[in-house]
């Protein structure tokens, strides 16, 4: 992309004057969520003063290339910066002994790669072949650089896209899948850790996925000649592709997920947990210690009763290697911020902030890289253009210039045109195609008919928006409804699109300190879910669909804590506000609604 012009047209385009909004006796914006500033609010709610940092400047880049796709937390190292940097360096030696110390694969037993593979013919045995390589990377690197949470970390993987059978053809896998806890369950097990004497800890698995065996099909695995034992060249002389078995279920095995899952479903089970059910995976319950357990891949989150919870990890950590557990920190890439504060009744309830302000600075700096550099962000109150429905494809006029009314349907309709004879109506059609298909030919081309209209932004916009729609999901719902919109143009990206999608980044730069936050002051026999639906008639100017959303939260006299929130385009035209209303109903029932009742219910 030229360093100039992107940003300008969209900037230009992006006028206008902004929708009126609900304000409070300060003129400041009411947000449709719970959500304060940044700020000193421990004392009292009713009074929290805007602290907000001056930044002058951003964080200096951690390198002058950005990966090609998002990576969300960890940023990758490359073999240079592994070979100057000690650090890294360490990282990696220490990752190769620590798999060497497990057995994760068998070294007592070194065989030819074609040995294997001709007795594996011989007896008609079903086996795979597969490589190690080892990768570095620095998680938290958005966090500053004195953050103690900022570390470099080594990871040896199995590389799962280069895996042959004993006939050097792809291999076929169980392929079971795995289903990793959902954001909502985390934010459930929040709220259930700040009910009044109970408290949220979190610990990692150590290497979760070697702590379970791999099954299946034998798998022989073939070293970086770096990492070979210089001791194999004088004792295995006659070995020219030395394998070694694969004993345990290495990162990047295609079924390594499928198996640490049931390893832990199994051993977690046995220690008196119940699972929550189909719609709550690796979501788990200990009735007689009252502890609510998510697990997602190798994180655990734990919640509950404060004199419960040591007790709660003990029997996790009788068959799970676990490292010692922390109190609530980063989860998931989200900044959890656990506190107290004064409400306006007078009693004090306990907290839970989630915080991605240096995550979304980072999408904004991303999106400045792409655009060209020169983006000048304004402060807007909306992530929303202001738009017409009279300026949609549904609301302006069929044609343009004279036209006629018919008296029975009232419908207006170009003149019509009256031929001296049948030759010049079937010449009109015969000219018409000709410049029809004359058209056709001159838009085409490689990669089939272009669009007339093609914004700037379009091949970069999946990058900025997944960037964007993880943070929204995770701790800022109101920026849903602006992204899942853009999101379903990427295909026909426009330049309208680029106006929608600068207007998106400058809410996002303006409101970047905004943080979601949930309260809970009551006993938990004073709580309950509540599920809001609603739908914009009609809000896609452009196909004229509703879009529905839900918010669902606990409730309680003293408690407000966000579990869910959701934005989808309905898949249908709805002929009036209440048919979208209907339909947003029954898709918050469906989709969070019952699932709820099997949650809260326990």
Partial sequence: LKHRGVAAVAALSAEGDSAPQLRDVDQDLVLAMPMVPK??????????????EKKTKHRSKNTPRRFPFNALVARPVTKKEID?????????????????EKNVWDMSVVRDLKDVAWQAREKGKEIQFGWLFGICVEKNSELPLENKSRKYKGRVVFQGNRVVNQNWDVAVFQDMGNSPATMDASRA??????????????????????????????????????????????????????VVRLVKALCGHPDSGSFWEEHCDIRVRAQGFEAMGVTWPSTYFHPELKLFLVIYVDDFKLSGPKHNLEKGWKLLMTDIQIDPPQPVGLFLGCVHEMGKFK??????????????????????????????????????PTPFLVEDAKDGPAGTPAAKGPCCECPWCLHTFPPPVVHKNIHELDALKAYLAKMAKKAEDENSGPSGAKPADEGKMGKHAACILKMCLYAARMARVDLLRAITHLACLITRWTSECDRKLYRLMCYIHSSHHIRMVGWVGDENAQLQPHLFADADFAGCAA??????????????????????????????????????????GHFALKMCGLPALDLWHV
């Fill in 84 to 100: 100057r940097n000690p650090k890294a360096q360490a990282a990696m030696d220490a990752e190769w002994n620590r798999l060497k």
């Fill in 543 to 584: 196909t004229q669909r509703s879009t529905s959303g839900l918010h669902m939260c606990i409730r309680g006299p003293n408690t407000c804590f966000p579990i869910s929130g959701q934005s989808k385009r309905q898949s249908c035209v709805s002929l009036s506000t209440p048919e979208a209303e209907i339909v947003a």
């Fill in 343 to 380: 409400l306006p009744s007078g009693k004090i309830a306990t907290s839970m902030t989630y915080n991605m302000e240096n995550f979304l600075i980072q999408c904004t700096e991303r999106y400045n890289d792409l655009a060209g550099g020169n983006v000048r962000y304004k402060k807007v």
């Fill in 189 to 242: 097990c929040d709220c259930y850790g700040c009910i009044p004497t109970h408290t949220v800890q979190c610990a990692d698995a150590e290497q979760a996925y070697i702590q379970a065996d791999l099954k299946g099909n034998e798998c022989w695995i073939t070293l970086p000649p770096e990492q070979v034992p210089a001791i194999w060249k004088k004792k295995y002389p006659h070995i020219h592709s030395p």
């Fill in 39 to 52: 700020g000193d609010y421990k004392t009292d709610f009713s009074k929290c003063p805007d602290n907000r």
